[in-house]
């Protein structure tokens, strides 16, 4: 695997090898590598001739400092991962070549995608990360952007920003890789304690309960009742939400036919998890 660290030596190498008209997939990452992000460069691997991960821990998109401070990071380790997946590139910069001087951020109308849910928790959050994905994407350029489930609504903004940026970029969405026990796979699990690890399931379980227990009609009391389950177990809950699938407009009252996503935001001890089941 060829690891890049500078902008420019990464461009002059893609614009030579784009010569021969390779297709190139990306995967961007922040690192603390795990399958989950594995099973995005695999898929890249199945469809491109070219796939190029990166690594960086984009400041820009931490509203929290103490959440930026504590992000993990195992460069060794996220080496060896892809090493073993076959992946060909590797982009590792440091915050000087994704923000040169001069750089100039500028702002994306993301309209009410940007109110809800991540959005209305973490203030400035998906600014941060259209500003990374579109200046990782300036210097990559590639035919294909893998992004995961996991971060649904990040998907959604994404898609979002490549129309507005006019960018033509094909988007794939991979599904959530889990544990086992259904704990979706995270770089934030590491953090968790060996209680909290077990009891983070219970994310998974109520959105399962959510997604067999939906009916048409208002969902107010479903909503309200999965809460309550996270509460039970010692969550501290910023949301727990039932919105369109396509769209992500709250479903208030669902007419059983729109497809849906169930969403959930939840502290386990410490750590902000985030997870999703869709319901069609
Ligand atoms: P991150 O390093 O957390 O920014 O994630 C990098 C990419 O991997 C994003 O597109 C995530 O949605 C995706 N990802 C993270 N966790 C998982 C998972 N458990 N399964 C599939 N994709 C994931």
């Given at each position: ?9 990464l ?7 784009h010569?021969?008209?390779l297709k190139l ?13 594995i099973?995005?460069?695999s ?12 690594i960086?821990v ?20 996220d080496?060896?991962m892809?090493?073993?997946s076959g992946?060909?590139l590797l982009?590792?910069?440091d ?19 940007e ?7 973490r203030?400035g ?17 590639p ?5 995961g489930?996991?971060?649904?609504q990040?998907c959604?903004?994404i898609?979002r920003?490549l129309?507005?940026?006019g960018?033509n970029?094909?988007?794939?969405f991979?599904?959530?890789?889990r ?12 953090r ?6 077990v009891r983070a399931?219970q994310?998974y ?7 067999k227990?939906v009916k ?7 909503k309200a009742e999965a809460v309550q389950?996270?509460?039970d177990h010692g969550?501290?809950v910023?949301y727990v ?9 709250i479903?208030?009252v669902?007419?059983g036919?729109?497809?849906l996503v169930?969403l959930?935001?939840?502290?386990c ?10 319901i069609s």
């Amino acid at each position: 695997m060829r690891i890049f660290r500078k902008s420019d030596d990464l461009m002059e190498f893609l614009r030579l090898n784009h010569v021969d008209g390779l297709k190139l997939g990306f995967v961007p990452t922040m690192g603390a590598l795990h399958a989950g992000h594995i099973s995005l460069v695999s898929r890249s691997m199945e469809q491109n001739e070219l796939t190029i991960c990166s690594i960086f821990v984009n400041p820009t998109q931490f509203n929290n400092p103490e959440d930026l401070a504590k992000y993990p990071v195992t460069i060794e380790k996220d080496i060896d991962m892809l090493e073993a997946s076959g992946c060909q590139l590797l982009f590792l910069p440091d915050p000087s070549q994704i923000y040169p001087a001069g750089y100039q951020a500028r702002h994306y109308d993301l309209g009410y995608l940007e109110t809800i849910l991540e959005g209305k928790y973490r203030p400035g959050h998906f600014q941060g990360v259209c500003q990374v994905v579109d200046r990782l994407l300036s210097i990559v350029n590639p035919d294909i952007l893998y992004l995961g489930r996991k971060d649904y609504q990040q998907c959604m903004v994404i898609a979002r920003m490549l129309t507005l940026t006019g960018r033509n970029i094909t988007l794939d969405f991979v599904e959530t890789m889990r544990e086992p026990n259904g704990l979706a796979m995270s770089s934030r699990n590491v953090r968790l304690n060996e209680s909290d690890r077990v009891r983070a399931i219970q994310i998974y379980r109520s959105l399962q309960w959510l997604k067999k227990n939906v009916k048409p009609g208002n969902l107010s009391p479903l909503k309200a009742e999965a809460v309550q389950q996270l509460t039970d177990h010692g969550f501290e809950v910023d949301y727990v939400e039932i919105a369109s699938a396509e769209s992500l407009s709250i479903t208030e009252v669902w007419d059983g036919r729109e497809p849906l996503v169930a969403l959930a935001a939840a502290f386990c001890g410490p750590v902000r998890l985030i997870d999703n089941v869709t319901i069609s």
